[in-house]
């Protein structure tokens, strides 16, 4: 793979292909989300994107739009072209029997058991290939994989509504609804990024909520679009539930409970087993795992960690936290959360109402310090993406 200047061409021509990675934010998991355009003498030829998982990668759509015009084309992927078979054939060997001449890459896989392949494959072809042009923004279309990749554990987003005054549910527990229609649509669309969504037992028992997709709610557009809002739902394509994670140390989830009644599948975490619970469980379409305890935990609760690690096997690049304010604050203090999305509605809830984090801060010297990444106004309500500072 050789170094290069690059062109402000081939900035132009990257940036595209990194747009047409976008429409696959909702489809593809649990593969990257990538990107391809085929430029011949100053001329797009091809483009496309990885649309669903088990279908033809981007390069191949791109490929098959350009047809003989491919030959001697030079390529723009936004992540290095694979290199192995799965269920399709290699990208790279698709791109050197179309005769491209030249391959530029966003970014090498970063997958350790795959990295640099692809560029090897092409060079060894005789094919010039570069690498790192507008990596910064190609890495931001797959945090979830690059992370499992880098560091076998998924991309952890929380997510939470709370009022103006810091507050997620009335000391009741009642909390329905503090944000507005808009913002609750608002997260459909991060729900169905991801490969599951967890919460605890406690929600499922105040709330009985179902966790789904259902892309008919979504607004038809999100002012100042992102990551988040990205593109209209592809209507041809059935939405991808997301694994609906319980944590229920004792197995108090009521089979009847409406997050066993949806499309999907919905995964039950234990720390203490019960066969008789197991059973019904089951018997109501569950599947039930049991993890460890976390350490120095008074009351047996799943170790948050192990339960990453276990997502991260069944290949979960992205997990949404949806819960109430004691496991959400223990995913915050174990560091496990990579970005928070809070929602802030204009009303107030009174400081009996409970808190949006439960965390144990002793001291200013013991705060954490946060980010803003973005701000904008979804309806009459805020949303607020934070990262972390320190």
């Known amino acids: 793979m050789t170094a290069a200047l690059f062109t402000t061409a081939d900035h132009q021509y990257m940036a595209e292909a990194i747009q047409l990675a976008r429409r696959g934010l909702y489809t593809t998991h649990p593969n990257p989300r990538v990107g391809c355009v085929l430029v011949k003498a100053g001329e797009v030829v091809g483009r496309g994107w990885h649309q669903t998982a088990g279908a033809g990668h981007a390069e191949v759509n791109a490929l098959r739009q350009a047809g003989a015009a491919a030959r001697g084309a030079t390529a723009y992927v936004s992540l290095e072209p694979c290199s192995h078979h799965g269920k399709t054939p290699p990208c790279a060997e698709a791109l050197i029997a179309a005769g491209v001449t030249r391959v530029i890459s966003a970014m090498e896989d970063p997958n350790p058991r ?43 987003w929380l997510k939470s509504a709370m009022s103006a005054d810091g507050r997620s549910a009335m000391a009741s527990g009642e909390s329905k609804w503090i944000t507005g229609p808009a913002a609750r649509a608002d997260v459909q669309r991060l729900r169905a990024r991801v490969e599951a969504i967890v919460t605890g037992v406690e929600t499922v028992l105040a709330d009985d909520a179902a966790l789904t997709v259902r892309p008919e709610l979504w607004p038809q557009s999100v002012a100042g679009d992102d990551a988040l809002s990205g593109w209209a739902w592809p209507g041809d394509i059935t939405p991808l539930q997301p694994l609906r994670v319980i944590l229920d140390s004792r197995l108090r989830t009521p089979p009847a409970a409406s997050i066993l009644q949806q499309p999907g599948h919905t995964l039950v975490v234990c720390v203490k087993p019960d066969a008789a619970r197991e059973q019904a469980l089951r018997a109501a379409g569950a599947e039930v795992i049991a993890l460890p305890a976390g350490a120095g935990v008074a009351v047996d609760r799943v170790d948050l960690n192990a339960l990453l690690q276990e997502l991260a096997r069944r290949e979960v690049n992205e997990v949404l936290v949806e819960a109430g304010a004691a496991l959400a604050g223990a995913f915050v203090e174990q560091r496990l959360v990579d970005q928070w999305i809070c929602y802030m509605a204009p009303k107030l809830m009174g400081s009996a109402a409970r808190p949006v984090l439960a965390l144990d801060i002793p001291a200013m010297s013991s705060t954490r310090g946060l980010h803003l990444t973005d701000l904008r106004q979804i309806g009459q309500d805020i949303r607020m993406t934070y990262g972390w500072s320190d």
């Open 114 to 156: 795959v990295s640099g392949r692809g560029h090897q494959l092409l060079t060894a072809a005789g094919i010039e290939t570069s690498s790192g042009l507008l990596q910064a923004q190609a890495e931001t279309l797959n945090p979830g994989f690059n992370k499992r990749m880098r560091s076998g554990l998924p991309w952890v």
